[in-house]
Nanobody
């Protein structure tokens, strides 16, 4: 049974930081591409960041490049998203995504991030 469990969301002031975690189980984590997406109210779900090739490669949306860092610990089956210099427009539900080497796609339940003063 595949599970992706996100945590670490919350309310933060503009300019603040948060670290999201996603613990995975039920599939081959180290060979899977792990990504973060976010969805603002009334908007489509957007790509934020991806870690692939076992963590040797990363990719970011232009809106978060230089502020967010994706990392992973393959021994702990966990992917992280370090978010710095947060802006109100970063508000949304953040979802963890796994794409396996067989191209199966899995999603977590999401964690809310609210950036507001």
């Amino acid at each position: 049974q595949v599970q992706l469990v996100e945590s670490g969301g919350g309310l933060v002031q503009p300019g603040g930081s948060l670290r999201l975690s996603c613990v995975a189980s039920g599939f081959s984590f180290s060979t899977s591409a792990m990504s973060w997406y976010r969805q603002a109210p009334g908007e489509v779900r957007d790509f934020v960041a991806s870690s692939f090739n076992g963590g040797r490669s990363t990719n970011y949306a232009s809106s978060v490049k230089g502020r967010f860092t994706i990392s992973r610990d393959n021994a702990k089956n966990t992917v992280y998203l370090e978010m710095n210099s947060l802006k109100p427009e970063d508000t949304g539900v953040y979802y963890c995504n796994a794409q396996t080497s067989s191209y199966y796609d899995y999603w977590g339940q999401g964690t809310q991030v609210t950036v507001s003063s």
